[in-house]
């Protein structure tokens, strides 16, 4: 994500928590989703996706389980939570709002 | 309830999650690699410690880790940090101890309900001399006529023997009105208070126990009340027990306090019959009564009453209690406590710049902190950490000193602390030491701190410079405090040393007798079955054989108990001497001190004979009357000739002239402090007795106290059951006890000195290794240019005495000023002794120079190259 990571502060907890919504997910498989879903435009670095995970865990806003992955190793799965699931719904419509207002504001 | 559950759910699964952390991130760099991602350059272990971040709790674990920190460093200084604790401790120790005494007697209430009312009355009457002292029947006038006081009550002490009990002893009891417990607010523990009617002549038997008294001497019981004791062979009905923690307001404790007996009518009728005093009066005013109105009211009464029989001019004097039980514990309390503070103030400012020092040897440590990025609040912080866990520790130890020193204060401590019996510990002194504990935290941890992290420390390493010390007035300040140090402690040690060597004067010097193996022993005869002179005698006779024949006593003399030595007051007794005219000016008077003796008290007291022949056991009543003199009556009164042969007759004995038949030396009688005065020892055999009931035995011994005491004892019970024993003791346990208050003051001089000299040492040694820290690169050059080791220590050691010389100067005369100030207080010393002061200042300029060498070596064995590269 790179610089753009101070503008808006919270962003990558909606990408993540946005991510997750597809089912269990190691941490590499997060930053890549998130890579690819925007089109390669943003990359999430290890040191920022990892302390995000620990806040959010921390939040209880996703768990985490060791599982297999599909190279068969040992992987850490993040889940997400119900109160991650109300915790998106209120962040997305509030992302929302907030970039349609400045859609808004852009198109005049 | 979130919070909580957070917390709970950190301290379970942050361990957990630790160990996992690397694995998933190896796992994450694997991945990535395989899919031809570029590898991030992100650090590990920075990663790890960032995502573990909201785990933490981060303010108490910076804390724990600076704390563990400051933990070793204090362990690798281990030097530093016992000098640092050490003369905090002793700061904070000594200025707690003083405090103690200043809370006890001038910030904690009396333990009497309302104190503030209380107060302190007397009558000031001036005639030939001043007495402070109240007439009896004014008294009563006061007490029954007055309007601004609740109650006025009166009281006398009193010696006296207390018998029928298992050993019969000597009390301190008090004859008091019975309005003593009302006007204290104090309620008997058991029974009741005296009746009124105890303040009248002739129902004044009844006694009130104190709780000590009645626990060692009457088990306890409690039937005891209503029951008779005997106080000096007269019987008193108990009607109550003290409380245990009644305390007396006198300056001693009390152990029976009986009715005032005052015959009221025949004292208030003024006709010369009946006429008493009463030395205590102790009022309670009415409320909102001030003290002013008080004495108006008292002196309103005294103006309509008349005038005793010698006319004096009659002044009432009413203090609050407090002040006349304390008066001057209190100056001293605030004296010591400021004195103790301003060494507190300089202990502080040389850990200051001791810790300098030490940041200064650290100041790359801390560079490479801040320039990793550590914030300044966190270096700060640990900086504070530091101080405050060496302030701390310094603080347990001093409150610990103070603890163990407070004790002796009250032991050794000539004020009128017993009291209190313990100064008590309350929160006031926590209070107070807390308080000292801030202070010293913010005087030498928070300016350190502060400075340091002031500077841009990472420039500081790259330019070379010492930035701590860089601002040369900051050096110019230290200097200067210790400088002044130097000043106060020549000051304060010469004091000292005055004081020791006065101390040792009266202690030691010209005793005029051997002290050692010596025991004393007083017994007051003062019963009624003593008045027979013939009763008397033979009592003294028999108790002389009986001791005599102890197992290891080798010798036991009479004497007269007041003339023990050391003795006290002065001589005044009239001495005719035969073929001169009495002066009638009483100053020409010959004076001399009557001492009655047998014959060994000379050989006990290892007294040499000078002149003529020592007291026999021959000369008694029937022989010739004779005496012995000592040295200093026979050079007083028989200037240029011989004593022996002369005839003289005493106050005693108008009619009888006794002849002078030998001279003997000096005995220090009239206390340590006093010199001899001329003294005349007649032969107890010839002697009326009246003087010896108050009987005193000097009895020569290899064996201690403790073990002839019960022998003695027994032998006195067995001749007469109810005599009790005043007193047995060494003389040399009675000298020291008189010098106790000398010694006191020199013991606390003393050991502020050597606390002083320590501190100036510690001081010299801060400031110059600061110097020679800031001077480094100087130092470097000029041994790169060739200059010797010794040119760069007698570099360093003239730095030193830049420090010495004005620190010098300024002591000496402040020391010429100050020892006038205890003039009064020395014995055969002058207070401008010149070699005493020399030797002072000649330690104090070896030890500082002591100081100074650790740097200078230090400075000299520097690798030049080493320190140029280094900064």
Request: glycine content about 8%; charged content about 20%.
């Amino acid at each position: 994500m790179g610089k753009s990571e101070n503008l808006l502060q919270g962003t990558l907890d909606l990408l993540i928590l946005h991510a997750l919504q597809r089912g269990a997910m190691h941490g590499y498989a997060i930053a890549q989703t998130i890579h690819l879903l925007s089109d390669e435009v943003l990359t999430v670095e290890e040191g920022s996706l990892y302390p995000a995970l620990s806040r959010l865990e921390l939040d209880d806003c996703i768990s985490s389980s060791w599982g297999a992955s599909e190279n068969n190793r040992k992987a850490k799965y993040y889940r997400m939570t119900a109160r991650g699931k109300k915790i998106l719904a209120s962040r997305q419509k509030s992302w929302n709002r907030l970039s349609g207002a400045v859609q808004q504001v852009l198109a005049q | 309830m979130n919070s909580l559950r957070r917390t709970v759910r950190k301290l379970l699964r942050r361990p957990k999650l630790q160990g996992e952390m690397e694995a998933e991130l190896a796992h994450h760099r694997e991945l990535s690699t395989q899919n031809g991602n570029r590898i991030s350059l992100g650090n590990v272990t920075s990663i790890k410690e960032s995502a573990l971040d909201p785990w933490r709790f981060v303010f108490i674990e910076n804390i724990w880790r600076d704390l563990l920190f400051a933990l070793r460093s204090v362990r690798r200084n281990s030097a530093y940090t016992i000098t640092a604790a050490g003369s905090l401790a002793l700061g904070i120790g000594v200025c707690t101890a003083m405090f103690t005494i200043l809370n006890a007697v001038d910030l904690r209430p009396l333990p009497y309900a309302y104190p503030q009312q209380l107060v302190w009355v007397t009558q000031v009457l001036k005639a030939n001399s001043t007495d402070e002292l109240t007439l009896t029947p004014d008294f009563l006038d006061w007490r029954d006529g007055n309007r601004t006081f609740q109650h006025l009550i009166a009281y006398n002490e009193y010696t006296r023997s207390l018998t029928g009990v298992a050993e019969p002893i000597e009390v301190h009891s008090v004859k008091a009105s019975a309005d003593l417990l009302p006007l204290l607010g104090i309620t008997p523990f058991l029974g009741r208070n005296l009746p009124q009617t105890a303040d009248l002549a002739g129902q004044e038997r009844v006694a009130l126990l104190s709780y000590p008294i009645w626990q060692s001497r009457f088990a306890a019981d409690t039937s005891i009340i209503g029951r008779p004791i005997r106080l000096d062979g007269e019987q008193y009905i108990v009607t109550g027990i003290l409380p245990q923690s009644f305390l007396f307001p006198g300056a001693e404790q009390v152990d029976i306090i009986t009715g005032l007996g005052k015959n009221e009518a025949g004292e208030l009728a003024r006709d010369g019959k009946v006429f008493t005093i009463v030395r205590n009066v102790i009022g309670r005013l009415k409320p909102g009564v001030t003290n002013g109105q008080a004495r108006q009211d008292l002196t309103a009464i005294q103006a309509h009453l008349p005038l005793p029989p010698w006319r004096p001019t009659i002044t009432i004097k009413l203090l609050p209690l407090r002040d006349h039980l304390f008066g001057n514990a209190k100056v001293t309390g605030i004296v010591l406590v400021g004195g103790s503070l301003i060494f507190l103030l300089i202990a502080s400012a040389n850990v200051a710049s001791l810790s300098l020092v030490r940041l200064m040897q650290r100041d790359r440590e801390l560079a490479v902190r801040r320039v990793l990025g550590a914030a300044r609040a966190r270096v700060i912080s640990q900086l504070l950490i530091e101080s405050s866990m060496l302030a701390g520790f310094a603080c347990a130890i001093g409150v610990f000193i103070a603890f163990a020193i407070r004790n002796l204060l009250v032991a050794f401590g000539p004020y009128g602390l017993s009291i209190y019996g313990n100064l008590p510990i309350d929160l006031r002194v926590i209070v107070f030491a807390s308080t000292l504990l801030i202070l010293t935290i913010l005087i030498f941890g928070m300016l350190p701190a502060l400075r340091m992290s002031d500077f841009h420390l990472g420039e500081a390493v790259a330019a070379g410079q010492t930035s701590i010390t860089g601002k040369r007035h900051n050096l110019r300040l230290l200097s200067i405090a210790s400088a002044v140090e130097i000043a106060i402690v020549i000051a304060l040690s010469s004091s000292a040393a005055l004081m020791l060597k006065s101390f040792w004067n009266m202690r030691y010097k010209n005793l005029g007798f051997e002290s050692q193996h010596a025991i004393a022993v007083t017994l007051n005869l003062g019963s009624s079955r003593y008045a027979d002179k013939n009763r008397e005698f033979s009592f003294i006779n028999q108790l002389l054989d009986r001791t005599a024949a102890i197992p290891g006593v080798e010798a036991v003399a009479v004497t007269l108990a007041s003339e023990i030595p050391p003795g006290e007051g002065h001589a005044t007794n009239i001495v005719r001497i035969e073929g001169r005219s009495l002066a009638a000016n009483s100053r020409q008077k010959a004076l001399q001190r009557g001492q009655e003796v047998n014959a060994s008290y000379f050989k006990v007291l290892r007294i040499p004979l000078l002149e003529g022949r020592l007291l026999r056991d021959s000369d008694r009543a029937n022989s010739p009357p004779v005496v012995v003199v000592n040295n200093q009556f026979a050079r007083r009164y028989f200037p240029g000739e011989s004593a022996l042969g002369h005839r003289l007759q005493t106050g005693e004995s108008e009619n009888t002239w006794y002849t002078i038949v030998g001279v003997v030396g000096d005995v220090k009688t009239s206390g340590l402090a006093a010199y001899p005065e001329p003294v005349v020892y007649t032969p107890y055999g010839q002697s009326d007795g009246a003087r010896l009931r108050d009987l005193g035995l000097v009895i020569s011994s290899a064996l201690p106290v403790a073990s002839i005491a019960p022998e003695f004892r027994t032998i006195v019970a067995a001749l007469d059951p109810e005599q009790p024993v005043a007193a047995i003791e060494s003389i040399d346990h009675r000298l020291n006890a008189s010098v106790s208050r000398p010694r006191f003051t020199a013991n606390i001089l003393f050991t502020f000195s050597c606390f002083g000299v320590l501190l100036a040492i510690i001081g010299v040694y801060g400031v110059l290794a600061c110097r020679t820290r800031v001077q480094i690169r100087e130092i470097a050059v000029r041994q790169a240019l060739g200059a010797q080791r010794t040119a760069i220590i007698s570099n360093v050691l003239a730095d030193a005495l830049r420090l010495l010389i004005p620190g010098l100067l300024a002591g000496i005369s402040l020391a010429l000023v100050g020892n006038r100030l205890i003039s009064s207080l020395l014995f055969e010393v002058k207070p401008g002794d010149l070699t005493l002061l020399a030797t002072v200042c000649a330690g104090i300029v070896v030890a500082a120079f002591a100081a100074s060498f650790l740097p200078a070596f230090r400075a000299s064995g520097l690798d030049p190259l080493v320190s140029l590269r280094q900064n």
